[in-house]
C-alpha cells in the first residue's frame, strides 16, 4: 500500500464535501492511504496573493513544512487553487533560499523548510503515478455512453513553468482518465478558459459572462456534462447556471462532476455515497445516458442530383 | 523608441520591473494578451495598453487603473506571450505598489472586489481557514447589497453546499504571527 500526503483545502468541508470523500472513496479502492496534514491553514487562495505577497508565501509554507514532517514524498491535493499556491510558493521558495529563511524563521513554529515534498494535484497524481491501466483495471460498471467535456480551468496546468503538467493550452489528462471509465471525452474547445474564480462573489457579472461562453462550448461539444477537478469551477459552472440560463435564455442543463465522483461511479460504488444530492444541477439525465451506446452514423449517400449541383456551385 | 530616452527618469518602469521580475521594456506590443484575456473588456485598460503606459511612466493613471484588480491571474496571456513576459506578475507589482502608495480606485466595481479579498484575509486572520457562509454574508452587508444571492441560498444551504460553521485551526497563535511577520515585511517595502 502507498502512502501519500493529503492537503483537503478549506472548500472540502464545504463547497466541495463530495470531491473530499469521492477522493477519499477512489484512493483507498487504489491501495493508496490519505494522510491529512493535521492542522493545516488555508492557502491564502486569490485573496492573499493580491492584497500581500508576503502572506501569500508565509501561509502556503506553514502547510509545505508541516507536510515533510510527515514522512511521505508526495503530497496530492485536490483543489486547484490550493495546489497552485503552494506550487507557486515553493517554486519561489526554492529560488529565494533568503527569504524562506527570512519567513521561516520568524514564522513558523513548526520547523524550517526543506522542499523535500513533491506537490502534485489529485488530478495530475491519479494520472501520473496510478496511471491509466490501473485506473481501468479498476473499472467495473463502464460509463459507456457518457459523453463528457473535460474541464480544467486556468491553475492546474498554469503557469507550464510552475504547474510542470500537461498542456497549459489543451490538457488532455482528464479526458485520457473518463476515457478510461468507458466514456468519450469531447473536443472541447474551452477546457483551459478562465471560470471567473472569485468574482463569482464580488463581481457575479463577470463569472455569468465567461461560465456562460464555458457552458455554451461545452454543450456545442455535444457532452451530456461537464467534468472538472476544483471546487471554484464546479461551485461556478453548477450554481450559477441556472441564473445564466435565466439571464441568457438557453437552456444547458449541464451537470457538473468531480473526476473523482465519476471514477467511484465507475468502480462500482453505490450511487447513494457519491453525493450527487448536491449538484444544483440534476445529475439523472447525464447519468441515464450510461449504456446507451449509440450505433455509428453510416454513412447517408447523396442523391445524384445533389452532388451534381454541389460540384456546379464550385 | 520614445520609452528609451525616458527610461532613466521612468521610476515606475524600474519599480514595476523590479517589483514583478518581468521586463516590461520587452513588449513589443502585439495585442495577443489583449485576446487572450477573459476580462480585457471588463478593463479601463487592457494589458497591452497597461504594458505601454508602464513604459511611458503614466504612474498615476497606471496606479488608479482597474485593470489590475480584474486581472485573474489565470495565466492564459503569459502563456501565448511571444516575448514571453510575466504579465500576471507586472499585473500583481502594480497593484501591490500601489497598494503601498495609497492610491485607491474608487468605482464601485473595484471597491467590491477590494473588499472581498479584505473579508477573506480577515476570515483567515480569525479562523485560519475559509469560511463561505460568513464571507458571502459579510460581503452583502460591507457592498450594501443585501439582497444579493438570496435566491441562491435556500437550495445552497439545503444541499449542505456551504455550510454553516467552520473548523477553526488550532494553532491560531502562527496564524497571527504570519499576519504580522505580512505586515512588517511590507512596511519594509514603503
Known sequence: MKKITYFPGCSAHGTS????????????????????IPDWNCCGATSAHTLSEPLSYALPLRNLVLAEKLDNTTMAIPCASCYQRMKVTKAHLDKNPDLS???????????????????KSM??????????????ARVTKSLAGMKL??????????????TQFDSPEYPMSMDHIVEALGAKATEFDYKTECCGASFSISDTEVVISLTGKILEMARESGAHALVVACPLCQSNLDMRQPQIEKQTGKKYNLPVFYF????ALAFGMPEKELMFRKNIVPVEGALAQIGKIEPEPE????PKKAVEAESEAE | MITLGLQEKNTLLTDVNKRSGANVLECYQCGKCVSTCP????MDFPPREIMQMVKLGLKEQVYLANSTWFCLTCSACSGRCPREIEIPAVMEAIRHLALEENYTNKSAKVKAIRKFHYIFLDMIRRYGRSYELRLMVEHNIRTRDLFKDVMLAPTALLKGKIPLLVKPVKSAKAIRRMFKMA???EQKHK
Do not use: H
Not at chain 1, 529563511?101 to 506537490?119: F, L, M, P, R, S
Not at chain 1, 488530478?123 to 481501468?136: T, V
Not at chain 1, 454513412?299 to 447523396?302: G, L, P
Open chain 1, 17 to 36: 464535501k463530495e470531491f473530499d470523500e469521492t477522493v477519499k472513496m477512489v484512493m483507498k479502492s487504489l491501495d493508496v492511504q490519505l494522510e491529512e
Open chain 1, 101 to 119: 529563511k527570512d519567513i521561516g524563521t520568524t514564522i513558523v513554529d513548526e520547523g524550517t523548510y526543506q522542499g523535500k515534498v513533491a506537490v
Open chain 1, 123 to 136: 488530478l495530475q497524481y491519479c494520472y501520473e503515478d496510478i496511471g491509466l491501466d490501473a485506473i481501468k
Open chain 1, 149 to 162: 467535456a473535460c474541464y480544467y480551468g486556468c491553475l492546474l496546468t498554469r503557469p507550464k513553468a510552475i
Open chain 1, 260 to 263: 473523482t465522483q465519476l471514477m
Open chain 1, 299 to 302: 454513412k447517408v449517400k447523396k
Open chain 2, 39 to 42: 476580462v480585457s473588456n471588463f
Open chain 2, 183 to 185: 505586515e512588517k515585511l
